[in-house]
């Protein structure tokens, strides 16, 4: 009986002193500014089906707060444009935004999301427009 309540005493203390503490990885979510730095020429624009910078004089940055507010700062060949609204955003992925720039919802798919990195995919006529976003401060 002994030896088996120390081997028991000893798996025990190996499997304790083994267990290390898993690192916890913050879900930081969609909230946050977000800059606009390349679009994927998929069959828009006559595309070639590779990511492209974008230029200054088409970059925007969009706001995503906590409690549901939208904010997007473009520039569009000089003009400067503020689209101010709310958003929703659902585990299955989905975004949907009204704007005071929009008459109509719109309707995304947010393909990838880090802690660094957007892609949100636009459905249009010709098939989907990828906009990659980095986190900005």
């Known amino acids: 009986m002994k030896p088996w309540l120390f081997i028991f005493a000893m798996l025990a203390i190996t499997t304790i002193a083994s267990c290390k503490k898993a ?11 977000w800059q606009l730095i390349e679009v994927f020429n998929g069959y828009a624009n006559g595309g070639d089906f590779t990511w492209s910078p974008v230029s200054i004089d088409n970059a925007h940055t969009i706001t995503f707060t906590q409690n549901g507010e939208y904010n997007k700062k473009e520039n569009l060949n000089g003009n400067n444009q503020e689209c101010i609204g709310t958003y929703s955003f659902q585990t299955s ?7 005071n720039c929009n008459t109509i919802t719109e309707k995304m798919f947010v393909s990838e999301l880090s802690t660094n990195s957007l892609i949100l995919d636009q459905s249009v006529i010709e098939g989907k427009i990828r906009y990659k976003y980095s986190a900005s401060r």
């Open 93 to 99: 992925n989905n975004l949907e935004v009204n704007s």
């Open 23 to 33: 690192d916890i990885i913050e879900n930081v979510g969609i909230v946050g500014k």
